[in-house]
């Protein structure tokens, strides 16, 4: 069974702190790796990909370790507007006619204190 | 704002009803999907169309019955749903071009409760 798993949390930093999540996956066939958003009651957003040499966005960074099934996401100077559930995704298999399922991890929930 | 719109938005049935959930997207997309969202569970793939023919169907129950009449909507079909069935329903599309993955873009969801 292809899983993808996420610490829950909750997450509950102030403003400002970093935060790093975890994800891991059982599928050593998996092609692509993402990082979604998800606001309360609102649908998932795609934050970034993640690349196999680590790649950098503003104040998120994500790391790939293909050998451990290890993808993580670093957030630097959290902002109250951070706070949401961040969701670890990776595509699985190929459906035809260019089409990838995805499968999702449960999410981790990030809460930013002022 | 995202290009992919659902209605309604809630929708509250009883088992015998039958209701559809419909799906559209104004992006010019070529594959359509419908997710499950359940509560402490992750979201699972239910149906995957791609240029209007299915590819993809998870393992999902007969009550639930898609349809997909051009590129541009999405239909749930739903009938004689049980209380377990109630769930966050999203449909979301993306532009296939081939050859990798492409971003897929969610609509706001359908918020179902089966009494």
């Known amino acids: 069974r292809k899983e993808v798993e996420q610490d829950p949390g909750p997450f509950n930093v102030p403003e400002g702190a970093t935060v790093a999540f975890n994800c891991t996956y059982s599928?050593?066939?998996?092609?692509?790796f993402f990082w979604y958003r998800q606001d309360c009651r609102k649908e998932p957003k795609l934050l970034m990909s993640?690349?196999?040499s680590g790649n950098e966005d503003g104040r998120f960074t994500a790391q790939l370790n293909r050998a451990s099934q290890y993808i993580s996401l670093l957030i630097r100077d959290s902002k109250l507007s951070d706070s949401a559930t961040y969701l670890c995704?990776?595509?699985?298999?190929?459906?035809?006619?260019?089409?990838?399922?995805?499968?999702f991890g449960k999410g981790t929930k990030l809460s930013v204190i002022p | 704002e995202t290009g992919v719109t659902q209605t309604p938005r809630h929708l509250v049935m009883g088992m015998t009803n039958k209701k559809s959930l419909k799906c559209e997207q104004h992006l010019g997309h070529n594959a359509m999907y419908w997710y499950k969202q359940s509560a402490k569970k992750p979201l699972e793939l239910m149906f995957v169309?791609?240029?209007?023919?299915?590819?993809e169907n998870n393992s999902v129950p007969s009550r639930f019955s898609p349809e997909c009449p051009n590129s541009s909507h999405l239909f749930l079909h739903l009938h004689t749903l049980q209380p377990e069935d109630s769930a966050l329903y999203l449909c979301?599309?993306?532009?296939?071009?081939?050859?990798?993955?492409?971003?897929?873009?969610f609509g706001p969801g359908t918020r179902l409760t089966v009494l």
């Open positions: 169309y791609s240029l209007e023919e299915r590819v």
């Open positions: 599928n050593s066939a998996s092609q692509s």
């Open positions: 993640v690349y196999s």
């Open positions: 979301a599309s993306s532009q296939d071009r081939g050859g990798g993955y492409n971003e897929q873009f």
């Open positions: 995704v990776v595509t699985d298999a190929y459906s035809g006619a260019g089409s990838y399922q995805l499968t």
